[in-house]
């Protein structure tokens, strides 16, 4: 799923400012820099799922036959490469 840099700094600052609000979370930096540490986070999590993602398509195009996208079956190949690339990275 793609989600758009202002969709991004709206989670980031959002986290921030929920962390800000629990008393026993005291911030070593000010808030912008955990702000923007955060985003970075949930960008580079959005690269490896599109990785994830991409990797699980291509072994699904790879079979044989063609498979329709939407169909039960597309959905348990999936399911299934999906998993074993998030196993890969230890996720």
Do not use: P
């Amino acid at each position: 799923m793609r989600v758009s840099r202002e969709k991004i700094n709206k989670l980031a600052h959002a986290v921030a400012d929920a962390l800000a609000e629990v008393e026993s979370v005291d911030f070593v930096e000010d808030r912008n820099t955990i702000r923007l540490e955060v985003r970075r986070v949930l960008e580079n999590l959005m690269t490896q799922e599109a990785k994830i993602d991409a990797a699980a398509r291509q072994k699904i195009e790879s079979q044989r036959r063609t498979i329709l996208e939407g169909s039960q079956e597309w959905d348990i190949l999936y399911r299934k490469y999906y998993n074993e690339e998030v196993k890969k990275l230890g996720i």
